[in-house]
């Protein structure tokens, strides 16, 4: 059983491009979390989602920021304009039903 | 508002030492618990989960305990090798079941050959 598989590992945007982030959960893991590691910080919850569902977005920033989990293919984390302040490492988990299982991340520089 | 603290933010350590990782919460509703290892530049590696009925897990040579009274957990590495040299994050579940986890900021430890 394959882990969790995050695409790309690294990201480069210039300030106002859009990045994709791609998150694949372990089979048979309906839920999925992304987080956010800034440098020098720890990490914060961003968005919780199932299949077809945002279930907790209260981690998100109120723009620029979405995320889905389409019923067919990959969670998608969608940062549109980035920013500076964006570059971090983004991380995705899934869970069966508690323990949660990461992904190694995608590390996005913003320049 | 959930907090979760670690105590020491960086330890270091010669082979072969016994050490104990100290994870403080603000309040004491505490649900399922995790531990986590972070290698620099890599993802984080799920080492323990203590659901809230337990009051330990053990692997290998890790022990984790949680003592919901005092609002604390402690993660017992015994004989560290270099191997274990890494970030130690500690991270509770918001609520019960499928829920975010709040993370400490964590502990970097070296274990010097």
């Known amino acids: 059983n394959a882990g969790v598989m995050q695409n790309p590992r690294h990201l480069v945007r210039r300030r106002g491009q859009e990045a994709r982030l791609r998150c694949s959960p372990m089979?048979?893991?309906?839920?999925v979390y992304w987080y956010r590691q800034l440098p020098e910080e720890g990490l914060k919850f961003m968005v919780y989602l199932q299949k077809e569902n945002i279930i907790d977005e209260s981690g998100m920033p109120k723009e620029r920021f979405s995320a889905e989990f389409p019923k067919e293919g990959p969670s998608i984390l969608r940062i549109q304009q980035v920013v500076r302040g964006d570059s971090a490492a983004y991380f995705c988990?899934?869970?069966?039903?508690?323990?949660?299982?990461f992904g190694p991340g995608t590390r996005l520089t913003v320049l | 508002k959930q907090e979760v603290t670690q105590i020491p933010a960086a330890l270091s350590v010669p082979e072969g030492e016994n050490l104990v990782l100290n994870c403080s919460f603000t309040?004491?509703?505490?649900?399922?618990l995790q531990w986590f290892r972070q290698d620099p530049g890599k993802g984080l590696t799920s080492l323990l989960l203590i659901q809230s009925s337990q009051r330990e897990q053990t692997s290998g040579r890790l022990n984790a305990s949680l003592d919901k009274s005092s609002g604390r957990s402690t993660l017992y590495i015994a004989a560290s090798q270099p191997g274990d040299s890494a970030t130690y994050l500690c991270a509770r579940f918001r609520n019960s079941g499928n829920t975010p986890l709040v993370f400490g900021k964590g502990t970097r430890l070296s274990v010097i050959a």
């Open positions: 988990a899934s869970s069966p039903f508690d323990e949660q299982f």
């Open positions: 309040d004491s509703a505490i649900y399922n």
């Open positions: 089979k048979g893991h309906s839920h």
